[in-house]
């Protein structure tokens, strides 16, 4: 019962993306009903074309039963006719008859899709708004593939399954009310005997139960399918972002298979969710041919008895048939809902999901970095696992400051805390003595630049890139950065210079040259603090001193923190902490942590020797 209820109410907010869309929903729903109707309609012209065109006998009414005057006359008209003008007006009477048809059928169809395309184009945008809100813990918690897959394969589950499912769920339905009418009105008006109608009730459950039954199977291989898509995902996002690795490592063959049997696995699952889709039509077609053959072994004495004509049969097994169509599709409706809800589930995980970092209600801007920042007791821990412990330190405006220490020291932990892609677990940074808890993070992150080692870059233009999220700018403004980041050089040797489009990642552009820009772009911020997360680790010697060369121009007149590969590069920072096993070990300046004699001068040492000994090789 629960599972109902939960079923029901998730369903209920699907629709709610529906809402701003009402107008064309119910001009899809005015041509549903035009279609239904006309639909139904389509099987009284049956009783003239086999009674009097055919057999050549005039329409008969039960006179036990009272028809209403406009109906005898329309018969009395009819049984008047001569059967050239008869045929004549149903010919042309089909003609305007199939056209209002199918138009109101195309009309139907096109605005339900359209529908289905402008509600999963909102729910692309709430749900890509909601991941641009969302903090760094949740992309820690869940990999780039698998959040691709729910804005791409579970968006198409769902616009599949409102673009039929929906309109199933409103046009079948008025079919069904408009097709047992005329069938009730075919057994009072013609005599049927009511056995038969009860024959077609009886027919209901038989059609309506196989779909229940598959539609709860159906959808937990559903929710199977689409985490092996996310799988899928999963790898090709791997694979192109490492191409370089496997064919260094020439494993094309090993990657070609396990992509092979992952893509296996999800055939396998679309197709069981195929087979249990598809094989209810044909059980509820055999059903229907079951139906026929009781009908007609109950009507043959009816016939032979001349108490039925082979008109009203006709017309009443037909309209039957009608009938039994949407109710067809209404047992299918129900397996493509339970598709729908298990996508909707998986989305609704995200939208439900509360950002980590928020804002206080009123929270004040931070116009500007004046005097310093304070670490106070700053611990951090992730997933119960310590980071950092007790982080004490003052850092004054236009300080640089050094963070160095063994790999896992928490180096990189501690500056994402500056600008709140993190929250400390306990203690708290202050900035000019206010929290950074009580700043908007707007404010906060506009008086910051950060420079990684990853070098982020955009499918976009080398201007758009250095120029990114600022306002107001100006050609002149971008090319002054890129000249102080040692980038324009390199740049006026593109093919349409500032306007080249630079590929994914950057990727037609040597490690230095992306670097460069990313310097660039954070000269252009013009920020009172700056981070470099090892922004020189991964360059070749003359790519590394182009860079150092700019990041020097870049500290000038900032507050600074770096995080170095190569500890002769920050010598003249002021403030060198050194980090190991989360916590402060030493603190001070490059003399005076290598008059102690500890962990700074251990990690200096050891790398001066293996680079004098790079330099002899």
Known sequence: ???????????????????????????????????????????????????????????????????????????????????????????????????????????????????????????????????????????????????????????????????????????????????????????LYWGIPIKFLITSILLFPCILLPAVVIAKRLRLITTKAQEKMGDINSILFEIITGIRIVKAFSMQDYECKKFREQNYGFYKLEMKSIKRLNVISPINEFTSVIYIVIVLYLANKEIMAGKLSWGSLAVFVG??????????????????????????????????????????????????????MQFKNVC????????????????QKGDIVAIVGPSGAGKTTLVNLIPRFYDPTSGSIIIDGIDLKELSLKSLRDKIGIVTQEMILFNDTVFSNISYGAKG???????????????????????????????????????????????????FKNPPILIFDEATS???????????????????????????????????ANKILVLNNGAIEEYGSHQELMSKSGLYKKLYDMQFFKERQGERG
């Open 1 to 187: 019962m629960n599972t109902v209820k939960k079923d029901v109410k998730d369903f209920w907010r699907l629709l709610y993306f529906v809402r701003p869309h009402l107008l064309v929903l119910i001009i899809a729903f005015a041509c549903m009903i035009c279609f239904s109707v006309l639909n139904s309609l389509s099987t009284t012209a049956l009783i003239p074309i086999v009674d009097n065109i055919i057999s050549g006998k005039k329409i008969v009414i039960n006179p036990y039963i009272k028809v209403p005057q406009f109906i005898l006359d329309i018969i009395s008209k009819i049984n008047s006719m001569s059967q050239t003008d008869l045929i004549n007006i149903i010919l042309f009477g089909g003609l305007i008859y199939f056209f209002l048809r199918n138009l109101f059928d195309f009309l139907q169809t096109y605005y339900m899709s359209d529908l289905s395309q402008r509600v999963i184009r909102g729910m692309k945008d709430t749900i890509y708004k909601k991941l641009l809100s969302l903090s760094m813990s949740f992309y820690a918690k869940n990999p780039t593939p698998k959040l691709m897959s729910r804005i791409t394969y579970d968006t198409a589950v769902i616009r599949d399954s409102i673009s039929t499912g929906l309109l199933d769920m409103v046009l079948r339905p008025l079919e069904l009310i408009t097709h047992f009418t005329v069938v009730v009105g075919i057994v």
């Open 319 to 372: 309209s039957v048939l009608l009938m039994l169509k949407p109710l067809k599709r209404i047992s299918k409706v129900y397996a493509i809902v339970q598709q729908a809800l298990s996508s909707a589930i998986r989305v609704f995980d995200i939208l439900d999901t509360e950002p980590e970092i928020k804002e206080l209600r009123g929270a004040r801007n931070l116009e500007a970095f004046d005097k310093k």
């Open 380 to 395: 951090f821990a992730y997933e119960k696992k310590e980071i950092l412990k007790n982080i004490g330190v003052d850092i």
């Open 473 to 523: 700018h100006t050609k002149e403004d971008v090319i002054r950065s890129a000249r102080i980041a040692n980038a324009h050089e390199f740049i006026m040797k593109m093919p349409d210079q500032y306007d080249t489009i630079i590929g994914e990642r950057g990727f037609r552009m040597s490690g230095g040259e992306r670097q460069r820009l990313s310097i660039a772009r954070a000269i």
């Open 538 to 572: 991964q360059l070749d010697t003359e790519s590394e001193r182009l860079v150092q060369e700019a990041i020097d121009r870049l500290m000038n007149g900032r507050t600074v923190f770096v995080i170095a590969h190569r500890l002769s590069t920050i010598t003249h």
